[in-house]
């Protein structure tokens, strides 16, 4: 045996996260793909079982009241609160991110305006030049809507083209591609100094690290729950709105399921208190309860334990690609620094496509990302030692 693969036998013996591997349906492959689509947690098909049998089944629609599923979206909200740390009733959960970004963004843009001058002032939206296509997409979208410029730039020159015109600034917590983590705490206090609103993108670290978006100010966010929370495929994403500014949230797309009297079925439109402004129609609700069951694999489960996993998981597999794959095969995007790492290993690689199809047929289970790209996600919940390990000396043989 190796040294690197005993090493990762000791490792996996003392993680305290171990236990938790068996709260989800694996099988031998080393699944490093949670970063897209997360495991399926062990206790969700029964779950989903008694919803289609007896709520849906059986009580049909008095599940509304008698099952709750009228009060999912806020109160499976309040579960993933302190995943990001947020304080309960900031997040309501529904519809897609793109969905939540085109809301969140639009009421940025709202909230930074003066009430009595709405079309004047600030005209500027500021968005992650590197972002994920559709982040772009709605951004560009809603300067349209609002009439404002739109200005992509690199995160770390968003400080320098803020400014009185400024009206909004949609940012990524981590790259998609690289898993660079941003700096969320100092480019919240930069935009805010600018004197406009900031809406984070968390796909790529709620579940992996800490966010800390009360304690950081962040105005307004958005995430998908497929990734590291693991609520299947398509789960509902979510939208969290600061406290302070929920009752300036206006959001773009009211719905009656946001009016402040739902079954009132009045024609004006009259917005519900705090983050209930944020739900539109009637909730997804099997896919919603699939993800509530999800979720019951963070108890008592600290998102600071999760953090130190993933930077020895992701320090363990590239001291381990180091050592096994022949120099120069590949580079690692992925920053060394842990204050600018995410959860997932980014290698650039000759023919990436190719050699992640070779090792998909191996057993080791990452995704592509064009051109040159083999991405690798780290989720602390079911991935061990012994999996980081193997899926660097699976690669080294794929390359050699």
């Given amino acids: 045996m190796s040294d690197l693969r005993a090493e990762a036998e000791a490792l996996d013996g003392k993680d305290e996260l171990a236990a938790k591997r068996e709260e989800f349906v694996l099988d031998e492959t080393v699944y490093l793909d949670g970063n ?29 009241s008698e099952s709750g599923w009228w009060t999912a979206p806020e109160r499976i909200g309040d579960r993933i609160a302190p995943l990001v740390g947020a304080a309960p009733g900031q997040i309501v959960v529904g519809d897609s991110t793109s969905v939540n970004v085109f809301k969140a963004v639009v009421a940025a843009v709202r909230i930074a305006r003066d009430p009595g001058n709405p079309s004047g002032g600030r005209d500027e939206i500021v968005v992650d030049a590197t972002t994920f296509p559709t982040d772009g997409y709605i951004a560009e979208s809603a300067a349209r809507l609002t009439g404002c410029r739109l200005i992509p730039v690199a995160p770390g020159d968003v400080p320098g083209v803020l400014g009185d015109r400024t009206a909004a ?116 609700i099997l896919s919603m309860l699939a993800l509530e069951a999800s979720l019951d694999a963070w108890d008592g489960v600290s998102i600071d334990a999760v953090r130190a996993k993933s930077l020895a998981l992701t320090d363990f597999f590239l001291r381990c690609v ?40 191996q057993g080791v289970v990452g995704d592509f990302r064009a051109p040159d790209v083999l991405r690798f996600g780290f989720t602390p919940l079911y991935v061990s030692f012994g999996d980081a390990e193997r899926a660097a000396r699976i690669l080294a043989r794929t390359l050699a």
């Fill in 36 to 64: 897209s689509l997360g495991a399926l947690p062990a206790n969700v098909p029964g779950r989903l079982a008694e919803v289609m049998t007896h709520e849906w089944g059986e009580l049909r629609i008095r599940s509304w």
């Fill in 169 to 284: 600034v949609l940012l990524n917590h981590a790259d998609y591609r690289t898993g660079r983590l941003h700096d969320l705490p100092g480019l919240t206090a930069a935009v805010h100094a600018a004197g406009a609103p900031v809406v984070w993108d968390l796909c790529h670290t709620a579940g992996a690290l800490p966010v800390g978006l009360d304690e950081h100010g962040v105005d307004l966010a958005v995430g998908c729950t497929y990734k590291y929370l693991n609520g299947g495929p398509g789960s509902p994403a979510y939208l969290y709105v600061r406290e302070a500014l929920q009752p300036r949230f206006d959001s773009p797309l009211p719905g009656w399921n946001s009016h402040a009297e739902p079954f009132g079925m009045r024609a004006e439109f009259e917005a519900a208190d705090g983050a209930l402004r944020g739900r539109v129609g009637t909730p997804d």
């Fill in 322 to 361: 180091g050592a096994y794959v022949p120099t120069g095969r590949v580079e690692s995007l992925t920053p060394a620094a842990h204050a600018e790492r995410g959860s997932q290993v980014a290698l650039r690689c000759e023919g990436a496509g190719d050699v992640m199809r070779r090792l998909i047929e």
